[in-house]
Nanobody, 120 residues
Framework: QVQLVESGGGLVQAGGSLRLSCAAS????????MGWYRRAPGKQRELVAT???????DYAGSVKGRFTISRDNAKNTVYLQMNSLKPEDEAVYYC??????????????WGQGTQVTVSS
């Protein structure tokens, strides 16, 4: 079993900040990559930010300079620091992990999502 537990979502005014957390637990050998996706009303789910095991990062163009992804390897946790939030950032944010499972099978897992609401 693998579980991704997300926290940190909530209501914030435009220009404010939130910090999302996602902790992975279960029977896996290593984390190949972890990241964040989001789905806004009427929109498809899109990449927000990812980080590989080696520390490489990737960001959506719309969040570059405002969001920062980081990790705590000891806790199998990835964070998303979101600054200068805009109404268009309002969405359900989903944690994703690509995990090396026993016998070297790689699998993707998803968190249940956490709501980020930005008031204007």
């Amino acid at each position: 079993q693998v579980q991704l537990v997300e926290s940190g979502g909530g209501l914030v005014q435009a220009g404010g900040s939130l910090r999302l957390s996602c902790a992975a637990s279960g029977s896996f050998l290593r984390i190949n990559a972890m990241g964040w996706y989001r789905r806004a009303p009427g929109k498809q789910r899109e990449l927000v930010a990812t980080m590989t095991e080696g520390g490489s990062t990737d960001y959506a163009g719309s969040v570059k300079g405002r969001f920062t992804i980081s990790r705590d390897n000891a806790k199998n946790t990835v964070y998303l620091q979101m600054n200068s939030l805009k109404p268009e950032d309002e969405a359900v944010y989903y944690c994703n992990a690509n995990l090396r499972m026993p016998y070297y099978v790689n699998q993707n897992y998803w968190g249940q999502g956490t709501q980020v609401t930005v008031s204007s």
